[in-house]
Every structure is written in structure tokens, then in C-alpha cells.
């Protein structure tokens, strides 16, 4: 629980309620999600991130609008955090044509490089060498861009993580690797995938400075990212930033969650929501009217974007063959003929079908 | 035109592209203190400095998810697998990330990446130093295959494949690298990918094949010629995107067609450029394809072994022999 601090003021106040707003604008997509997802209206697979609010709001506080992330399968608050509307994010899992991948990629890989966002990633561990590139391209390039990594304790058991920590490591690149340690991997608890209680140990192994933080806290996860951001700007190389946090909901929406007692998720949210964590760091900063402001603007901001996305097309089916390749949209490109070729085989029996979840899988 | 090596015609093109685009980078295994195991990177640390000819741990999945990496982020990444074998421990990062985030995130960003993959089989290097795996990856939608078969595809394939914003595989045979050849003297000389080159023109039968194995039809041409057999040759150059149209003339031109690589004959290239022919070129053809192209079986270390399961001149002129007499 909330310590008995005194109230911050003057910029700190300014970074909790900017913090405060950001989680709760996550908390409001993740449950709407959740709704909606229930409700037909989004297909696929989503993994929702309620619980662990502060990390993303925390590290992406300090982040550049030109720095990047690569994020996972549970991705909507980083995504949300670096930048992407609303908007094109709740489109785009509603597989509609405006969303921020045309209706594309769906929860598990969604992208917005128009803020550095370079997606997340079906693959358990893929961002790892994304942000690894990512920052060896700012070294390239002369530029002070960052890269941060966002990964759960279940990816720190990959191949790719020890590669591409080795590799940043060695090659003092300015990547910032932020480890969400949920303490569960998929649904298999992290106390039976790996006999260390702290994975930043790892860290050490490739001579990488790390640094443990409650994950619950935004202030402190904004800090330590804030301290390991310095560093990877000003040439000091990567950090490994550990964030003890907690998965409040199933691996995905639908999870009976039969590997844990309902009454755990209860006394973890109970002792440490990171909303009402920050609500109580903030004290007297922030009064109750004020609180309730940022929460009714953030439900505005979604019911907006749910609106948006109801009232958008669904992609047309010629999108299904275009878009692998650049260059094939136009006719006489190579790809583009035989993806034409394929289209119009497929198209007089591609049926009608509708954006939710109903239409998928038949 | 000039005559060098295939090597030096890597070489050029490398030069050339990174004194070009400040963006060109290259990483690898033993590239820029040992120069590349086929001296096929020599001088250019020299040239360009060890930021962009970098030396790397052994950590191919690192390698290949950070060319991806800094791809989409504003660099133009050559990676080198070392041998093409070791793609397999990066086939994450190159069919699931490289291959799809183009598609995937809406046409929001390109990969322009290239991988480097020296393959086939050379002096008993054995089944995991040996193989050509270019029909796993025209397989995998949002790649580009290259395969060069001389001195002049060398160069002229890997510049296009640098300047492609497509993620871009160059199969590059071990055996090819000091063979020589004729190249362009331009220095803005590219191959466009997805286009074939009549290597041979010729009105009995059509050999079609790409890498290595054209030196190999070549050769077989001369043989069959000896018999009074006109026989074309076909360099596909690019393996994805396929040129369905070169196939296609060569079809309707010869009416009888062998394909052949030294790739595994099952599900290969050759399997899509067979059932290609049969599909849309039927009527064309007076006899039905033959497909050549090694066993299936892993590539044997003893040389008596290794020289049994591929096909080279003697067994292309033989079926070409027997398609064109109908001795099937």
C-alpha cells in the first residue's frame, strides 16, 4: 500500500497525473476490449494487460515521439502509451479498413510507426532483435534515438533473448530492455520455467547494468527507464529494467485460468492496483473531482473509437492479395500480376462474411 | 566488359552500393577482420570502417532480427549467414517477422533487408554445410529469392537485392565464387529481380534452371548439340518472384521442357515450375516435364557418395536426350 509520502508537487505532480491518465486510459481500452471481445465484436486471440498499467505508462513517459518500440502479444498499453489513437488501435481490432493496420494484423500485431511503435509480435521473443536493430540503426545512422524492448519472463527463456542481449551488450548499443515479470508465462507459473527469482540476474551475464523496480509503482518504473534512457542516449549502452508486475486477467480473454486460485488475482489487484497505487502517491495533488475527470474522458475517448470503428468499412476483399511486397499494386510488377492472377481466382468464391468474431474461422 | 571473378563481382557490388547509400551496412561471422570465408568481403572494412562491416557474435537469430530491425528503421542491413544451413537458426526472424510485417502492419513499413547465404554442395562439406534451401523460401510470402549464376547475376543480382525494399535472399553457390566471367563495366549495373535471361536460344527442348546448375545445362547443351539436339537454356535468376512468362515462352517455343537444380527434386522449385507448365502450358508440350534435382536424402560426406545424388551435365543431357527422341 501507499506509503504516507508527502504529496508531490510542481513537475512531479505533473508526471503522476500524466501517468495516472495514461493507465487509466489503458485500463479503459483493456476492458472495453474485453467487453467487446465477449461481445462478438473483435475476432482473433487478445491478451489483455490489465494489472500491469504502470509499466507501459512508466517507460513510455520518457520516450521521444522517434524513439522505438517493439512490443508483445499483450500490447495494447504500450501501444496506447508510445502514442497510437485510440482510434486507429480499437479499428483496427475490430478488423476494420481504418484501422491502424488496414484491418491487418488485429491485437497481436499491431503497429504505428508513425510514433516508433514497430508492432507487437505473435511470436513470444520477437521483438528482441527488432530493438536490437532498432538501436543498432540510431548507432548507423549518428542519430540519439532509443530502443526499447518490452517483453514478459516467459520470453527470457528464448534463444533470442540471450542473443540479443549479448549482441547490445557487446556492441554498447542504446537499446533499454524493460522486462514485465508477470510471474506467469503463458499459463505455466515463471516459479516453474526458471529456478531465479530475479530474471535481471540474467543481465549480468552479458555485462549489462540492470535494475530491479515494483512494477506497480509508475513513479519508480519511470525512473529507473528514465536513468537507463540517459544512459542509452548519451552512449552509455543498454540496461535491463525489471518490473515486478502482475497479469490480473487470463493468458487471453476466454483463459478458464485453472493454473491459479481467483482469490491471488483478488489480494494482488486489492494490495496493488498501479491506478489506485498512484491515486494514493498523489495524495492531496489530486482531488477526488479531478480523478473522476480523467476516468470519464478516458471511457469518452473509447466510446468515441468504438463508434469510429462500428461505423468503419470492413477491409474489401481484393486487400487480402496486396501489400506483401512493395511495389505490388501496380500493374506490370511481377508480384503484383501474379497476386492479381491469384485474386481473381479467389474472389468469385471469397464469401460474405462479418468483422466480428462469427465471421472468422469458417 | 570485363573478366573477374565471381567474388570480385560481389565485391564490386558491395562497394559500389555502400559508397552510394550511407545506410548499406554489412554484418556477419568472419567478415571484416578475416574477410569472409571466401574472401568475398576483402578490403571493404578498409574502405568503409568496422561500424559498417561489423564483425559478429555467432548469434544468427540476433543478426538476422536486428538486420530487420534496423530495416525498418532507415538502413539498408546486409547480413551474411555465413552458410546458408545456418538460416535455420533465424527462420523466426525471417519467415514470421522479416517475410510479414509488411503485410501484417498495413504497408506501414518496408524491410529492406538483404541476406547473404553461400550454398550447395561443395567438396564434402557435408550434409549441414551443403544445402540449397531456396524453395523453402519461395514458399514464404513477402520474400524475395535470388540465385546468381555467374560473374554477372553475382553483381548485378545482390545491387538489385541491396536497393530492393523487399526483404531479399541471395543464394550464393561456394562452388561459383572463383569461377569468372564477364560483367558490365557500369556501375549502376543491376539485374532486375523476377526477370530470366536466355542463356541459350535453342528449338528442341528447354532446359529452365537458375544457380549453378546453368553452367551445368550449358554444358549439357554442348553435349546434346553433338547429337544434332538444339537445346535451350533458361536462367531464372530469381526464384520468387517466379518469371512465369520466360517459362512460358520457353514452352511454347521447345514443346518439351527439363527443370532442373540441385536443390531437393521433392517440393522444389522445380515441383512449382512443373505443375506451372502443366496447368497453363498443356497444349504446348509434346512430352511431359522432366524434373531433375537432387535425392531426397541429406547431402553425404564421401565424395563417391556426394557426386551420386545431384545432377550435373551428363544426367540433364540424358533426359533432355530422351524427352526429344520420346524415350521416356
Known amino acids: ?362 | 566488359m570485363r573478366t573477374i571473378s565471381f567474388t570480385e563481382a560481389t565485391l564490386e557490388a558491395m562497394q559500389e552500393e555502400m559508397r552510394r547509400d550511407a545506410t548499406v551496412f554489412l554484418m556477419g561471422e568472419d567478415i571484416a577482420k578475416q574477410g569472409g570465408i571466401f574472401g568475398q568481403f576483402k578490403g571493404l572494412p578498409q574502405e568503409f570502417g568496422l561500424e559498417r562491416v561489423r564483425d559478429t557474435p555467432i548469434s544468427e537469430a540476433a543478426l538476422v532480427g536486428a538486420g530487420v530491425g534496423a530495416a525498418l528503421t532507415g538502413c539498408r542491413p546486409v547480413v551474411d549467414m555465413h552458410f546458408a544451413d545456418f538460416i535455420t537458426c533465424a527462420m523466426d526472424e525471417l519467415v514470421n517477422q522479416a517475410a510479414k510485417l509488411r503485410y501484417m502492419f498495413g504497408e506501414q513499413c518496408v524491410v529492406p533487408m538483404t541476406l547473404r547465404a553461400p550454398d550447395g554442395i561443395t567438396k564434402s562439406a557435408g550434409s549441414q554445410h551443403s544445402q540449397a534451401l531456396e524453395g523453402w523460401f519461395m514458399h514464404t510470402p513477402g520474400l524475395e529469392v535470388v540465385v546468381p549464376a555467374d560473374a554477372e547475376d553475382a553483381k548485378g543480382l545482390l545491387k538489385a537485392a541491396i536497393r530492393s525494399d523487399n526483404p531479399t535472399l541471395y543464394f550464393e553457390h561456394k562452388m561459383l565464387f572463383p569461377r569468372k566471367g564477364p560483367v558490365p563495366d557500369d556501375d549502376d549495373f543491376v539485374v532486375p529481380i523476377g526477370k530470366a535471361k536466355t542463356m541459350r536460344d535453342g528449338s528442341d527442348v528447354a532446359i529452365v534452371t537458375y544457380g549453378i546448375t546453368v553452367g551445368r545445362a550449358i554444358e549439357a547443351a554442348a553435349l546434346l548439340e553433338a547429337d544434332g539436339i538444339d537445346a535451350m537454356v533458361i536462367n531464372l535468376r530469381t526464384v520468387w518472384p517466379l518469371d512465369y512468362g520466360a517459362i512460358a515462352d520457353a514452352v511454347a517455343r521447345t514443346h518439351r521442357v527439363v527443370v532442373a537444380h540441385e536443390a531437393v527434386r521433392v517440393g522444389g522449385v522445380g515441383a512449382e515450375i512443373a505443375a506451372f507448365i502443366g496447368e497453363k502450358c498443356f497444349d504446348e508440350l509434346d512430352a511431359p516435364v522432366v524434373r531433375l534435382g537432387a535425392a531426397h536424402v541429406p547431402v553425404p560426406f564421401a565424395p563417391v557418395l556426394q557426386e551420386a545424388m545431384y545432377p550435373k551435365a551428363p544426367m540433364i543431357a540424358d533426359a533432355a536426350r530422351r524427352l526429344v527422341r520420346k524415350t521416356l
Not at chain 1, 508526471?15 to 489503458?26: D, P, T, Y
Not at chain 1, 515479470?181 to 555485462?207: C, L, Q
Not at chain 1, 473509437?305 to 468499412?313: E, M, N, T
Open chain 1, 1 to 362: 500500500m501507499a506509503k504516507t509520502l508527502a504529496a508531490p508537487a510542481g513537475a512531479r505532480r505533473d508526471l503522476g497525473i500524466a501517468l495516472l491518465r495514461m493507465m487509466i486510459r489503458i485500463r479503459v481500452l483493456e476492458e472495453g476490449i474485453e467487453k467487446h471481445f465477449l461481445g462478438g465484436e473483435i475476432p482473433g486471440f487478445a491478451h489483455l494487460s490489465i494489472g500491469q498499467e504502470a509499466v507501459a505508462a512508466g517507460t513510455c513517459a520518457n520516450l521521444r515521439r522517434d524513439d522505438a518500440i517493439a512490443s508483445t502479444h499483450r500490447g495494447h498499453g504500450h501501444t496506447l502509451a508510445k502514442g497510437t489513437s485510440m482510434r486507429g488501435m480499437v479499428a483496427e481490432l475490430f478488423a476494420r479498413a481504418t484501422g491502424i493496420c488496414k484491418g491487418k494484423g488485429g491485437s497481436m500485431h499491431i503497429a504505428d510507426f508513425s510514433v516508433g511503435m514497430l508492432g507487437a509480435n505473435g511470436v513470444v521473443g520477437g521483438g528482441f532483435g527488432l530493438v536490437a536493430g532498432a538501436a543498432l540503426s540510431a548507432v548507423q545512422r549518428k542519430t540519439d534515438q532509443v530502443a526499447v524492448c518490452f517483453f514478459g519472463d516467459g520470453a527470457t527463456n528464448r534463444g533470442p533473448f540471450h542473443e540479443n542481449l549479448n549482441l547490445c551488450a557487446v556492441w554498447n548499443l542504446p537499446a533499454i530492455f524493460v522486462l514485465e515479470n508477470n510471474r506467469y508465462a503463458s499459463t505455466t507459473s515463471t516459479a516453474e520455467t526458471m529456478k531465479i527469482e530475479n530474471v535481471a540476474m540474467r543481465a549480468a551475464g552479458y555485462g549489462m547494468p540492470s535494475a530491479i523496480v515494483d512494477g506497480f509503482d509508475g513513479f519508480a518504473v519511470y525512473d529507473a527507464v528514465g536513468d537507463a534512457v540517459e544512459r542509452a542516449r548519451s552512449g552509455g549502452g543498454p540496461t535491463f529494467v525489471e518490473c515486478k508486475t502482475y497479469r490480473a486477467r487470463g493468458h487471453y480473454i476466454g483463459d478458464p485460468e485453472r493454473y491459479r486460485q481467483k482469490t491471488e488475482v483478488a489480494d494482488v489487484m486489492t494490495a496493488s492496483d498501479p491506478i489506485v497505487r498512484m491515486q494514493a502517491l498523489l495524495g492531496e495533488a489530486l482531488s477526488l473531482g479531478e480523478f473522476e475527470r480523467v476516468w470519464a474522458e478516458a471511457r469518452e475517448e473509447f466510446a468515441d473509437a468504438v463508434a469510429f470503428a462500428r461505423s468503419s468499412p470492413a477491409p474489401e476483399k481484393d486487400e487480402a492479395f496486396f501489400g506483401a511486397y512493395t511495389g505490388d499494386r501496380e500493374p506490370g510488377n511481377p508480384v503484383h500480376d501474379f497476386e492479381a492472377r491469384e485474386r481473381d481466382e479467389f474472389l468469385p468464391f471469397a464469401p460474405n462474411v462479418g468483422t466480428g468474431s462469427q465471421g472468422s474461422g469458417h
